[in-house]
């Protein structure tokens, strides 16, 4: 270590440097003496890391604390986070900060009353051309979010930009959502500004627009493909792109406010952050507030197994196969959040499975004999968890009980924001860029799982229950000539037995597993749907439920089912089927005479490579790409490709699918091939009743 401060240009880039005692590792029962450097910049944090890792042999100098934001760090420094109220003193040139009541734990805070804008731009493009940065600006429009009243701007380019400027800085909002503002809008903008010479203002710094230095990425996640544009920032006020956005999409305003509050995220981050960066946020914290050091690279290794202990070990949780078919009088009971209710309540984390402290632990894994979990201390995964397990339980029973209309939707934000972190809390334990994770951990909470659901269904079975499906952390049962007590008691003693709580989803009046698409006789665990007591659709796995089927198919299927819902028993709703089968041969007539909106049709797919990457496959896929890379927009991996099918059948075309950017007036959808698209959606919900629907 005296080497790195006696280094020159080390010893120029830091303010200053300390001795203190950290816990190097997570595993680590005992403090080592570190070397802390002070930086004078906060962004030669990378470069010094770089710098000190030359200097000696691999593995020599281990470093932490890297590659974390440093408004960040200071979140967690202060013990603040976003959106608090408080104090501020100043004293010495320091800024003292004094929380009052406020706290991460407050379910009942008050927020400022934001001004937040939407803001949309029109580049002079012709139909079915898109747009580039060498258009001119058309228009562009602001609308308040809360009153909707709109202000359109137009004129000559110049003027449009000095006026952009203008209503920014009369309206002064606080928030600024864009649809496309990362990868289009504000790099468009920028652009534009350049070409008319206009300083194009926009935060409240008074700091013209910058382009970004670096280019978007892909990356995966959960077996997907993802692209993330880089973000546009603005200094004194957030800029929100919704495109890029998925905790405003799944939970809206209010859910992003209390994820920032809680993880401890500056705004602009925590909106474009994924969910996983989010719980890595919320470890950070736990860590420093607990002198212990956040790697720079992930340093835990798992645990030598023998191929015997492997095979034990890994095998993830609990399926019982569906019954295919139609069924009635079936229950469906989940646990409530069990995976990382398993993790908190078990103490489950990367340093206290198999603990170096206390091999002799009576706190045991199920079915792993080597697997034992620490006694002495709480690990940061559950501590962590704490949080957003108890405010998740909270605003639920807010929603619950409030009559206020408003109140529910804000309280249901904000348990729905907690809801999609803890999610991915367990799938993070075994992430292998995770900070803080490994795959013994992950293993644990498996084992548990399995215990926990084979417990459940032999309560279940000793009930008089007929197990249909089974998976993870959801139960399907049937009993003929159940009353509510029936489940009641079953739900009682599950939580007795188990020690953690379930719920109880509903009953269906029916509902159908359904197979394979590849297979008919293969079950599918995550391929259903059916229909409650109250009448309300359950669906997973079909058409309608997924991102990538056209919209027009999709109400189409919906509409179908709501139909179906409206029937008590299986006899009722095959009844049902001539009124289902008009209902499908309206739509096939507007297919075949091409009385559908093309927008209707449009067919989404996250594509998995970039476009230079695929082989010549002839593809309706491929072809669409390759138009779009013809006029300059060259997609990358993860990134969304919409496109309409206008020649399927014929095979050694280039044309036999347009892009959805270069649709006109004049593209004409293939009647045949969606009339065949059409009768597959349909049929996937009218076979099981005994109805295959043809498209002739």
Not at 237 to 263: K, M, W
Not at 321 to 347: C, R
Not at 503 to 511: A, F, N, P
Not at 556 to 579: C, F, T, Y
Request: net charge positive; glycine share 4%.
């Amino acid at each position: 270590l005296k080497s790195v401060i006696e280094n020159n240009e080390i010893l120029s880039m830091i303010k200053e440097y300390h001795f203190p005692s950290r816990y190097e590792l997570i595993t680590d029962t005992n403090r080592s003496q570190v070397l802390e450097l002070e930086l004078k910049d906060s962004t030669y944090s990378l470069k010094l890391a770089k710098k000190i890792e030359r200097m000696g042999r691999f593995g020599q100098f281990r470093l932490y604390n890297i590659d974390i934001l440093p408004e960040q760090s200071y979140f967690y420094e202060h013990d603040i986070f976003p959106l608090m109220e408080c104090k501020v003193d100043v004293s010495n040139s320091k800024l003292n900060w004094m929380g009052n009541e406020d706290n991460v734990w407050s379910t009942e805070y008050e927020l400022p009353l934001f001004n937040n804008i939407n803001l949309k731009v029109y580049p002079k493009v012709k139909e079915g051309k898109i747009p580039r940065f060498t258009d001119s600006i058309a228009s562009v429009t602001i609308q308040n979010c809360d009153t909707k009243d709109t202000i359109n701007i137009q004129g000559s380019e110049i003027d449009i930009l000095y006026q952009l400027v203008k209503q920014i800085e009369k309206i002064n909002p606080d928030f600024i959502l864009t649809e496309d503002g990362d990868s289009f809008t504000f790099p468009y903008l920028k652009y534009r500004s350049e070409i008319n010479q206009v300083d194009l203002i926009l935060d409240r710094e008074g700091i013209p627009l910058r382009r970004s230095e670096k280019d978007g990425i892909s990356y995966f996640s959960y077996g997907k493909i993802y692209f993330k544009p880089s973000a546009a920032k603005l200094f004194g006020r957030i800029h929100i792109d919704t495109y890029n956005s998925f905790v405003l999409n799944e939970s809206g305003l209010q859910g992003l406010y209390e994820l920032a509050r809680i993880c401890r995220l500056p705004l602009h981050t925590a909106s474009r952050a994924s969910i996983g960066k989010c719980m890595s946020s919320l470890q950070f914290y736990n860590a420093m507030r607990n002198d212990i050091l956040i790697p720079w690279k992930p340093t835990l290794a798992e645990h030598p197994k023998s191929l015997g202990d492997l095979l034990t070990a890994d095998r993830g949780g609990l399926i019982f196969e569906p019954t295919m078919g139609v069924h009635e009088n079936v229950a469906e009971l989940d646990f409530v959040s069990l995976y990382p209710t398993i993790m908190f309540k078990k103490n489950i984390s990367a340093e206290t499975v198999i603990c170096n402290c206390c091999s002799h632990s009576k706190l045991r894994v199920p079915e792993l004999l080597n697997y034992h979990i620490c006694e002495k201390r709480r690990g940061i995964v559950p501590i962590s968890l704490e949080i957003l397990l108890k405010k998740r339980a909270i605003y639920k029973n807010k929603k619950n009980s409030t009559a206020n209309p408003e109140l529910k939707k804000i309280y249901d934000a904000r348990q729905t924001a907690l809801k999609w972190v803890l999610v991915t809390s367990f799938g993070y334990l075994g992430f292998n860029n995770a900070k803080f994770g490994r795959i013994d951990a992950h293993i644990a909470v498996c084992a548990f799982d399995r215990q926990i659901l084979l417990q459940t269904i032999r309560i279940a079975e000793s009930h008089g229950f007929k197990i249909l499906h089974a998976i993870v952390d959801s139960i399907w049962i049937q009993k003929k000539d159940t009353i509510n007590n029936d489940y009641e008691s079953l739900k009682t003693e599950i939580e007795n037995k188990t020690g953690f709580p379930i719920s109880l989803e509903s009953t269906y009046k029916w509902i159908v597993f359904v197979p394979s698409k590849n297979n008919t006789i293969l079950p599918v665990s995550n391929r259903y749907f059916g229909v409650f007591e109250d009448g309300t659709v359950k669906m997973r796995g079909i058409e309608a439920r997924r991102h990538d089927t056209a919209e027009f198919f999709s109400n189409v299927q919906q509409g179908i089912l709501n139909i179906m819902s409206e029937a008590n028993s299986i006899k009722e709703v095959r009844d049902l089927m001539p009124k289902v089968r008009d209902i499908f041969q309206m739509h096939l007539k507007l297919l075949k005479y091409r009385k559908v909106p093309i927008n209707d049709l449009v067919i989404t797919k996250r594509i998995s490579k970039n476009v230079n990457e695929y082989e010549n496959r002839n593809t309706v896929e491929l072809d669409a790409l390759l138009q779009l890379n013809n006029t300059g927009k060259s997609l990358k991996a993860g990134q969304i490709l919409k496109y309409v099918i206008i020649d399927y059948y014929r095979k050694n075309s280039r044309k036999r699918s347009v892009p959805f950017e270069l649709v006109n007036s004049k593209t004409v959808y293939d009647a045949k091939r969606y009339c065949e698209l059409l009768t597959e959606t349909c049929n996937s919900v009218t076979e099981p009743f005994g109805l295959r629907l043809t498209n002739e």
